[in-house]
C-alpha cells in the first residue's frame, strides 16, 4: 500500500508565476490536509478536503491560495502569483476519517523556492 | 484553545545517554496527542500517540511517553540515544471535530543533536 504521494517534490517558482502542488492519498483515503512549514517553524494546517468539498479552510491566507480535492485525481494546492514569503514545505497529509483518533499519515512534502 | 509548548528548541545529548524532550499541552477537552519526527529534508513520522487509554505510550525505535494530566505534559524519552535519533521532533495536539475530522496543532519543534 503505497503512501501518501506528493509532487513535484521541488519546485522552483519566480515571484508572480503560480504554483500547484499535488497530493495523491493513501488508498482508501477520502480525507485530506494539507500543512505549511515555514523555515525554522513547525508545521501550520491550512486547509482539510474531503472528496469535492472544503472542510475547514480557517489557515488557508485569504488571497492567491486555493485548493481542491475532486472526485477523480489528486488533491491540488494552488498558490496564484507567488511571492517570496510563500517559499516553504507543503505537507499533505490523509486520514481515512472514521477510526479515531483520525490519525494522519504525511507525504514528503513539496519544498517551493520562489526567486 | 488547544496550544502545545515544547519548551527546548535544541537539545544536545551524547550517544547512549538517556533523551528527554519536554512539551506542554493546553486543551480544553481530553486531548489526543502525538510525537512525530522529522529527518532532514524527508517527511513526518509518527513515533507515538496518546488517546485516553494508558498514560504511558510507548512508541517505535524505543521512544514512549508519559501523558500526565496534572502537569499538562507529554514528555518524550528515551533510555539511550542512538544517532540515527539525530532529526527534529514535534509534539502535537489533536483539535477534534465531529465527523471524524481532527485539525492538528504543531509545537515549533525540538532539534536533536547526538554526538559520538
Known amino acids: 500500500n503505497a503512501g501518501v504521494m506528493q509532487n513535484p517534490r521541488h519546485l522552483v517558482r519566480r515571484r508572480g508565476q503560480e504554483a500547484r502542488l499535488r497530493c495523491s492519498p493513501m488508498?482508501?483515503?477520502?480525507?485530506v490536509y494539507w500543512y505549511r512549514q515555514l523555515p525554522e517553524e513547525g508545521l501550520k494546517f491550512m486547509v482539510y478536503l474531503q472528496k469535492e468539498n472544503i472542510i475547514d479552510e480557517s489557515g488557508m491566507p485569504k488571497e492567491r491560495f486555493s485548493a481542491e480535492f475532486p472526485k477523480e485525481g489528486p488533491s491540488i494546492l494552488r498558490i496564484q502569483q507567488v511571492v517570496r514569503g510563500d517559499s516553504a514545505a507543503y505537507f499533505c497529509?490523509?486520514?481515512?476519517?472514521?477510526?479515531?483518533?483520525?490519525?494522519?499519515?504525511f507525504g514528503p512534502g513539496t519544498r517551493l523556492t520562489v526567486t | 484553545a488547544q496550544s502545545v509548548t515544547q519548551l527546548d528548541s535544541h537539545v544536545s545529548v551524547s550517544e547512549g545517554t538517556p533523551v528527554l524532550l519536554r512539551c506542554n499541552y493546553s486543551?480544553?477537552?481530553?486531548?489526543?496527542l502525538f510525537w512525530y519526527v522529522q529527518h532532514p529534508n524527508k517527511g513526518l513520522q509518527l513515533l507515538l500517540k496518546y488517546t485516553s487509554a494508558a498514560t504511558l505510550v510507548k512508541g517505535i525505535n524505543g521512544f514512549e511517553a508519559e501523558f500526565k494530566k496534572s502537569e499538562t505534559s507529554f514528555h518524550l524519552t528515551k533510555p539511550s540515544a542512538h544517532m540515527s535519533d539525530a532529526a527534529e521532533y514535534f509534539c502535537?495536539?489533536?483539535?477534534?471535530?465531529?465527523?471524524?475530522?481532527?485539525?492538528?496543532?504543531f509545537g515549533a519543534g525540538t532539534r536533536l543533536a547526538v554526538h559520538p
Open positions: 497529509a490523509s486520514s481515512p476519517g472514521e477510526v479515531e483518533p483520525y490519525e494522519q499519515y
Open positions: 488508498k482508501g483515503h477520502s480525507h
Open positions: 502535537v495536539v489533536s483539535v477534534g471535530w465531529n465527523g471524524g475530522y481532527n485539525k492538528l496543532i
Open positions: 486543551s480544553s477537552y481530553s486531548p489526543s
